[in-house]
Every structure is written in C-alpha cells, then in structure tokens.
C-alpha cells in the first residue's frame, strides 16, 4: 500500500522544527506598498502616444508631446486614473478569457489517472506526517488552481526558457518577476493560501501572492538551467508586506543595480598631485636606457619607485574609515530592523514564500535566497527568513526536520544554523523516491555550499520520471507491503510564453515604486512617461520629515539623447548625463542655480578637440587635445563692468557705457597653453624654434607674455614680455620687451626680429579672442537648444522595435 511506502520513507523518531519561531529580525510597520500606486508628490503622466509610422517615415520615427505645465496637473490626474481604469477592466477581460475551457488545455480544469494517484500518495504522506507531527503547521502540498482543482505543487512549477537573451541570468529573471507581477500579501497572513495559480495565469494576471510568485521565478530559472527551489516558511514583516519605509537602504548599491552611477569627471592630467607623487619616474627622453637583453659583468641597477609612504598611509587610513562607516550602516540598519520586528504581535507567524538557489549548476558557487516580490538577492543566514517548513522543485518535496526557533542562521556554536542539504535524510525528509535528490556538500557553518548531482530525467517533460523509467498501470491498490517507487506525473502547465511586447511593458499598470526610510525608487515602462523616463531615485537628506537631498533619473529614447539626470536642490545643482549622437558631442552638462559651470564632451567626436569647459564668476577654462597645434588649455578671465566710467572703458565710448549700464561682460585676461614638441628637447635652440608652453594676454594691462617649455638642464623656464604700443609712443622700442633668460650666452635679437615677433603675438591675440566669443556663441546655443527640447519633449522610436514601428510592420 502507499502507507508503508511513505511509512518506510519517514523515519521512527523525527524531531521537527517549533511551529513559529521564537524572536524575528525584521522590519517595517505599517501597509504593503501598492506596486502600481503612483510616487507621492509627483504625476505620471499620461503614455506617449505614437506619431507618424507612414511610408515615408525615416530611421527613427518620433513621439512628441508638450510639457506639463502646473495649470494641467488636474488633467494629469484625470488621465492617471483613467488610465489605471483602463488597466482595471484589461485585467477583468484576462482574467475571463483565462478561465475560458475551450482555450486551454484539460489538464488545466481535471486530472489524469498518474495525477489523480499522486495526490492519493501525497495525502497519504500528509495523513502520516500530521499524525507524528500534530504541532506542527499543515503542509503546502495540494492546493487548488484557478479552476478549484487540487493539483500536486510539484507539477505546478513548469520549467520554461521564455527565448529572450535577458532572462537568462538569475539577477535579471528575479528583477523582471518583481517589477512584472504586482506583489498581493496573504490574506490571513498566518494561514497558507487554499489556491496556487499555474505560472501562465500569473503571467498573464500580473498579480500574484509570494507563492504565485515563487512558482513563477522557480519556473523561469529552472528553464534557463539553475537549480531553483521553493521555500515554504516564515519571513519578517519587512518581507511579506514587502514594507521597508521604516529601514534605510543600502544607496550605492542600489544605484548600481539600476544604473545611476556615474563615472567620475575626468581632471586636468597636469593637476592630478596624487597621480604625480605615486607614478613611477620616466626616464628623460636624452637619457639612454641600457638594454634589457645586455649581458655584462656589470649591470645597471634599476631606480627604485618613488612612491609616497605618507598618501599610501593615507590612502589606508581612507580605507579603514571607509570600511567602518559601512559596518556602522549596516549596524544601524540591523537596529532598525530588529526594533521594528518586536513591534509585530505575529512576529514569527508570518507566512511566506521564496526562492532557494543551489550550487553545482550555471556556475553558482554558493546557495543563496531570491526573494520573488523585490527580486533581491539574500545570503542563507539572513535574519529576516525566519524558519524554513518544506521546499519544493518540478522534480520532488522536502520537508524540514531541523529546528528553526532561533532563526535560520548561525548564532553561536552550540546553535548551528539551518543546513541545504536535501540529501541529508536526518535532516530533510522526501515525499517521491524515485525522483533525483540534489547533493549540497555540508560547511562548516551547516548551510554548506558545493555541487549537486542529479539523475537523468525524460526531455518530454518538465518533472517527469527518469529517462527509461517504465509508466506502470495501477488500479489504485497497492501490493501487499511491498515499498512502491512512484515517480511525479508530467506538470500539467503549459509551456510559459511571453512576448516581447509583454516583456517590454514590465510594470503592472506602467509604473512601480519601492519606498525606504531614506530612498524612494520609481520605476516606469518605457514610453509609460512623455518624458521618457524609466527610473526615479530620490534620496531624503531628512527621512524624518521626507526632505529630498537627490534627485537620480534615468532616461531612455530620448531624442535629445538625455540619459541620466541628478538633481541637488539644497545646492541648486542640475547635472544631465547624455549619450553619443547628440550635436556638438555634448556629454555631460553642470548648472548651479541656472548657471552653467560645467561642460563635457565626448573625446575624439569634435574638430577642435574639445572635451572639458568649465565656468566660474570670472573664469571659464577650455581643455583640448589632439590638435594640430597642441593647444591644451584656453582660460578666459572677465570682469564685471558695473560703471560707465570704469578705466577699461575709453573715455567717450557710448558702446561702452552702454555695455557696462546693460552687465556686460569684459574681458582681462585670456591664456593658452601648448604641449611639448614631440621628440627631445633642443639643446640650444634659438629664439625662434623654442617650444612655447604658454601665451598669456594681459588685456587690462595691455601686456603679452610668453612662457617656453624649460629648456633641457635647466629647471625654471624662460620667458618674454611685450608692451602694446600707443599711438603717442615716445620711448625706444627696445624700452617695450623684457626678457629672463636661463642660457648662459643668450642671443640678443635685433629690433626688426622683436617687432616682427610682436606682430604675430598680436594677431594671436585676435585669433584667441575670435576663438573665445566663436566659443561663447556655441554655449549660448546649446543652451538655446536645450530650453527647446525641454519645452517640446521628442521621443524616439528604433527601427528595429518591431511593436512600436509601423513602418516596420508593414513588412
């Protein structure tokens, strides 16, 4: 009979875990976040609406749309809610046409014979288990599905490889479960749930409980190969309400999970100290290098590196305060957690499921949680898991026989944490016999990590018996006390199917918001916004009072090509983020309090190889590189003429005083500076082949400077000073010119060589200033253009994006 085959699968005497732990670590008050409810204090608006698409559309077909002014935010409501209405009867059609017979297969709505015999088995065991175990709570064995028919959980889960290159990765499956289906906490939370939706119904819902969910994620990851697993347990509040406004969070992290860091703006290489003092030295390029290969009975020994004890120590010391900065976080938050979870009056009872990840397949070293309703990734001692009652797969069911009342982790060496090892039978005890038992070497700390091994199963289905296996018929009777294998019958789903229109919409009602105590995260659909953002991270300087500190957006088919935007507003700072492909390669632009003080731009996309600009109150500095005159550096110094009468002014000048009573802006100063010849130095060059490091033009005091690069053996460079002639000049010419010499026989140049040499300084002079109001008129533009692209919001739509392009279609 089928009692003395799960008679013979139990051991005599089993110790099972308490019914609900003693003490949780976890977190958070109050109601579950709604995943479609839309981000306090701000509007979603409206989707985009498609424009143009004919034949004789281009590559990119555009979406525009007008900005929101603050006179419509009442019709951005209105639209809000019609559109969460419009959701809302979508979802009641789906859920009719699910429950429509004619469209699905019979194994949704009744059972075959092998199926009808393994609940008979399972019953069974539950029958014996409860006997031995009346304490304990029942176990997750045969629900219902949508159609109110029991099914095994086993055969619930459907190992599908949906086909899209980014569910292939566990990281990337949990995220797109989480921000897929909306997340519905249980309802007692203390009693498990009477039905288990099949995978496609929760695909197709886009709702579900942490059980739905996890027989979700289990699916999609068992499909692309990894060994996944169901956890029926208990989990803090923080986890079942997926609550977490009364914990902070973990902001670097999350930033680089969803792509809002940022690369650190690039510095002046001549100004980087550190870079300096810790480089090694180089060789000078007159100096000779002995050979490698040389071979010699006396050798030249090479220079030891000059590195900087004193900034290694202090780049130590940064380290060490950094690491204690973190394990104070992490201490502060496990704080918060723990006061939170002794709030809870069912603290321990609460019911949840998860995902189980263990080594041996896809590379995966070490076993590890997946929480299925935040797509977050937990270690096995992670003390808001609180016990563990039975984890499934396709493939069989175990049921825990450790004691879990001190949480699932290791406290102290007399209480050893809870251990994976499912083919441990003293401590998990199998339901099926026959089916393959996956192996996880046991640690040191009992959680254990290593491979798994697994017998060869049938490719006709997902949780089927092991290849050759033989279906035998059966009556419904057994032998007479002969112990019968029994293997799972075939999962009664059908194969998951998701289409890329499907996988592309991703949240629920277009937009999903998780909540901390210190950080806000918006994530949106893409097109959901006319402004084409995707993700929303807000980071409270106050999370007491709810003070915004940052403000991180993201973008996406921009056609503008904006794709990260950071906002301080204690400190008025605007800093936008764009990708290749935008007009004057413009990669990253700095506004304080409307005021533009920085530009990047993309290197080697330029003519004149711009790539950094940087503006203060009386100075803007361009960077270059790779020109043809190695020019690196053009600074422009300015005051600002507040008087008619100012001395820089010409007496008389009504274009002056006009200038001055309208703020203009006058120039004082304007520097450029040049890079070194290619090749060594000269020994003794003459005035004319010296290589000039740097032309200063001293407007205000109508000077001209030259500085050369330092000469070779020498260690302070050279230079020249001319004078600008007047019209009422009466000194000599040679009186104009001053001069610092580091030759010892400097060559005297003659007055016509000197006159000739002013000449050319002063048509530089007019070429540097042309440059600098040729560069100012192409800052005004830009800043022009992007007034207008933030005016009129354009979107763009690939060609290759088959669901949005219809010219596309039409092929």
């Not at 204690?324 to 201490?331: N, V, W």
């Not at 175990?398 to 004691?403: A, S």
């Amino acid at each position: 009979m089928l009692s003395d085959a799960v008679d013979a699968q139990l051991p005599a005497t089993l110790a099972g875990p308490d019914t609900a732990p003693s003490v949780a670590d976890g977190t958070a008050l109050g109601d579950p976040l709604a995943s479609g409810s839309a981000a306090a204090n701000s509007v979603d608006p409206a989707p985009a609406t498609l424009v143009g698409g004919g034949d004789d559309s281009d590559d990119a077909i555009l979406l525009a749309t007008s900005p929101l002014l603050a006179d419509d935010a009442n019709d951005a409501d209105r639209h809000e809610q019609q559109h969460l209405d419009a959701v809302q009867q979508r979802r009641e059609l789906k859920r009719r046409e699910l429950l429509d017979k004619i469209k699905l297969p019979a194994s949704y709505w009744s059972n075959s014979a092998k199926e009808d015999r393994a609940l008979h088995y399972v019953d069974n065991f539950r029958r014996q288990y409860q006997t031995l175990f009346p304490h304990r709570k029942d176990l997750f064995l045969t629900p219902e599905n949508e159609f109110g028919v029991k099914k095994c959980v086993c055969t619930t889960i459907r190992p599908s490889q949906l086909g899209l290159k980014d569910l292939y990765g566990y990281r990337s499956c949990a995220r797109f479960v989480a921000d897929y289906v909306a997340y519905e906490p249980l309802d007692p939370p203390f009693e498990l749930p009477t039905k288990l939706a099949s995978p496609t119904h929760t695909l197709a819902m886009q709702s579900g409980n942490a059980f739905d969910m996890s027989v979700l994620l289990c699916s999609l990851l068992r499909g692309v190969g990894f060994e996944a697993l169901v956890v029926s347990g208990y989990a803090a509040r923080q986890i079942t309400l997926m609550d977490e406004t009364h914990v902070d969070t973990d902001i670097q992290r999350l930033m680089k999970e969803w792509e809002f860091d940022v690369p650190a703006p690039a510095t002046d290489p001549g100004h980087d100290d550190t870079a300096a003092a810790t480089a090694a030295p180089t060789t000078r390029p007159d100096e000779s290098t002995p050979s490698a290969a040389a071979e010699g009975k006396y050798k030249v020994k090479s220079k030891q590196p000059l590195n900087s004890r004193f900034l290694a120590v202090m780049e130590a010391k940064k380290e060490a305060e950094a690491k204690k900065l973190e394990q104070a976080k992490r201490e502060q938050m496990q704080t918060q957690l723990e006061a939170n979870e002794h709030d809870d009056e069912m603290a321990g009872l609460r019911i949840h499921a998860w995902v189980l990840v263990l080594p041996g397949k896809r590379d995966i070293a070490e076993a590890f949680f997946i929480e299925a309703s935040t797509g977050k990734i937990y270690s096995l001692n992670d003390p808001k898991y609180l016990g563990v009652e039975s984890v499934f797969s396709s493939t069989n069911y175990w049921v825990n026989m450790q004691k879990c009342s001190n949480g699932l982790m290791a406290r102290s060496d007399l209480c050893v944490g809870i251990s994976f090892d499912l083919a441990d039978t003293t401590k998990w005890e199998f339901v099926f016999l026959q089916n393959p038992q996956p192996l996880l070497a046991a640690s040191a700390n009992g959680t254990g990590a290593g491979g798994s091994s697994t017998n060869p199963v049938a490719s006709g289905a997902p949780g089927s018996a092991p290849a050759g296996a033989e279906e035998e018929e059966d009556d419904g009777d057994a032998g007479d006390g002969d112990s019968e294998l029994f293997d799972l019958p075939p999962s009664w789903v059908a194969k998951l199917d998701l289409s890329p229109a499907q996988f592309d919409s991703r949240c629920p009602s277009g937009s999903k918001v998780m909540t901390w105590r210190n950080v806000k995260l918006e994530i949106f659909a893409t097109y959901h916004r006319p402004d084409g953002m995707v993700a929303r991270l807000t980071i409270f300087s106050d999370p007491a009072r709810g003070v915004t500190g940052e403000l991180h957006e993201k973008f996406a088919n921009r056609k503008d090509k904006l794709a990260k935007r950071t906002r301080i507003p204690s400190r008025g700072l605007l800093h936008e983020f764009f990708e290749r492909g935008r007009a004057h390669a413009l990669q990253e632009h700095v506004m304080e309090h409307g005021h533009t003080v920085r530009m990047r731009f993309f290197r080697g996309a330029r003519a004149d190889g711009l790539y950094d600009r940087q503006e203060s109150a009386r100075k803007i500095i361009d960077r270059f590189e790779d020109r043809e005159d190695r020019l690196v550096y053009r600074s422009v110094t300015h005051e600002l003429a507040v008087d008619a009468d100012d001395e820089l002014g010409a007496p008389g000048d009504d274009a002056a005083a006009a200038d001055a009573r309208s703020g203009a802006v006058t120039i004082v100063k304007m520097t450029e500076k040049y890079a070194r010849r290619p090749g060594p130095p000269e020994r003794d060059p003459t005035e004319d082949d010296r290589d000039i490091y740097k032309r200063s033009f001293l407007v205000r005091d109508e000077k001209i400077r030259v500085v050369y690069h330092t000469d070779s053996g020498c260690l302070i460079p050279a230079w020249r000073e001319f004078r600008k002639p007047s019209t009422e000049q009466k000194t000599s010419f040679m009186d104009l010119t001053t001069a610092f010499e580091t030759r010892l026989t400097p060559t005297v140049l003659k007055k016509q060589h000197l006159y000739a040499k002013l000449c050319e300084l002063l048509k530089a002079e007019q070429a540097c200033l042309h440059a600098v109001k040729a560069s100012d008129r192409e800052v005004k533009e830009i800043l022009m253009s992007r007034q207008t692209e933030e005016r009129s919001i354009q979107l763009v739509v690939s060609l290759f994006d088959t669901i949005r392009n219809k010219t596309v279609r039409l092929f």
